[in-house]
C-alpha cells in the first residue's frame, strides 16, 4: 500500500512521452499523497484514479472470510477531502459515484491537460474480483 503514486511518477519520468494512470485506493493514496507536490513541480501529465471506499480494501476484503471473524481495523473514518488536497496543488480533480456517467467522466478526465484525480466513490464491499 502507498506504492503506486510514486511509481506511476517514476514510470513517467522514464517514459515521459507515454499515457500514464495511476490506480489506487484512498488508503494507499494518503501514504503518498505528498507526491503531489512532485507531480507540480514537474508539472508531469500523470492521471490518477482513485477508488474511495474509506476502508482498506484488500484487508477488508480478506478479513471478510475465515479464519477472521469480520474486518476490523480497517475503516478510514476521518479521511481528508481528496478534492480539495488535490487543488490545493493547483490539480484538477473530477468525482463519480453514477455507473451511468461513467463513460462521460472518463472521456472527461483523460482528457484534462496535464494532470487530473478521479474520485471514483464505490461501496466498501466491492471486492477486487467483482
Known sequence: MGYALPAGIGAKVAAPERQNIVICGDGSFQMSMNELAAIKAADLDVKIVLFQNNTLGLVHQIQKSAPYHG????????????????????????????????????????????????????????????
Open 71 to 130: 474486518p476490523f481495523g480497517v475503516a478510514l473514518d476521518g479521511s481528508p477531502d481528496f478534492a480539495s488536497i488535490a487543488g490545493a496543488y493547483g490539480i484538477p480533480s473530477l468525482t463519480v459515484d453514477d455507473e451511468d456517467r461513467l463513460d462521460e467522466t472518463l472521456d472527461q478526465f483523460l482528457g484534462t491537460r496535464g494532470c487530473c484525480l478521479l474520485i471514483a466513490k464505490v461501496h466498501p464491499d466491492v471486492g477486487t474480483n467483482d
